[in-house]
């Protein structure tokens, strides 16, 4: 699986935006982005994906580059509730691949965010 | 709609002994499953994958196990616990046929070996 690479920590205050960046140079044509977030003793969470196009919905929107070796996941008004480690993986589109879509996990980025 | 249940939700277990995880999927037919373990401090970790009834394959090699006796049904054993094995057990289902399709996982087991 194609690598990415997060900033280990972000801070933020609440119901102020946040930008949490993700690079992945080696992304190759047929990798979707996708953003998961896992709070504190839970299993993670689905936020979004995309491929090319910049997407939204109801948690948040991940802005894509161009050239799609780096994307940014943005929350609009971040909340106490937001406060997780979020994770940008790699994934291949191939349905006939041998990955079967196993997500293979970095270390994410821890988000604060504060009152 | 869709459910995972994942028990027990903690397990405290001496060195040397048996372990059986069970996670069950609801609401859906011939998911993939998955087993991920999540070490202190550390990021999740895929163990094994199943897209269907006795397909099982195991990324990493360990003294860990995985059945899937039924479709829903997706178990994680030992003979015997090492220290190593503690850590919190992430089962995960996502739709077949897309590899892409996003993953939900249950609430986990939490296990310190003894």
């Known amino acids: 699986d194609a690598k990415t690479t997060q900033p280990n920590s972000m801070e933020s205050n609440e119901e102020e935006p946040v930008h949490l960046p993700c690079n992945h140079s080696?992304?190759?044509?047929?990798?979707?982005i996708h953003w998961y977030r896992q709070l504190p003793s839970q299993g993670p969470e689905y936020v979004i994906h995309g491929l090319t196009s910049n997407v939204n919905n109801r948690m948040a929107s991940l802005a894509i580059a161009e050239d799609r070796k780096s994307s940014t996941l943005i929350l609009h008004r971040a909340t106490l509730r937001d406060a997780a480690v979020y994770y940008c993986?790699?994934?291949?589109?191939?349905?006939?691949?041998?990955?079967?879509?196993?997500?293979?996990f970095g270390q994410g980025t821890i988000l604060t965010v504060h009152p | 709609s869709q459910t995972i249940h994942q028990w027990p939700a903690t397990l405290v277990q001496p060195v040397g002994s048996p372990l059986s995880l069970e996670c069950t999927v609801e609401g859906t037919s011939n998911p993939n499953l998955y087993w991920y373990r999540q070490a202190a401090g550390r990021g999740l970790q895929l163990l094994f994958y199943s897209i269907g009834i006795d397909q099982i394959s195991s990324e990493v090699p360990q003294n860990l196990s995985a059945s899937r006796p039924q479709d829903r049904q997706f178990i994680l054993s030992s003979k015997k616990l090492l220290l190593s094995d503690s850590g919190f057990y992430l089962c995960?289902?996502?739709?077949?046929?897309?590899?892409?399709?996003?993953?939900?996982f249950g609430p986990g087991t939490r296990l310190t070996v003894l």
């Open positions: 993986i790699l994934r291949e589109s191939n349905a006939g691949g041998t990955s079967y879509g196993k997500l293979t």
């Open positions: 995960a289902w996502s739709l077949s046929g897309r590899s892409y399709n996003e993953q939900f």
């Open positions: 080696t992304i190759s044509g047929t990798d979707y």
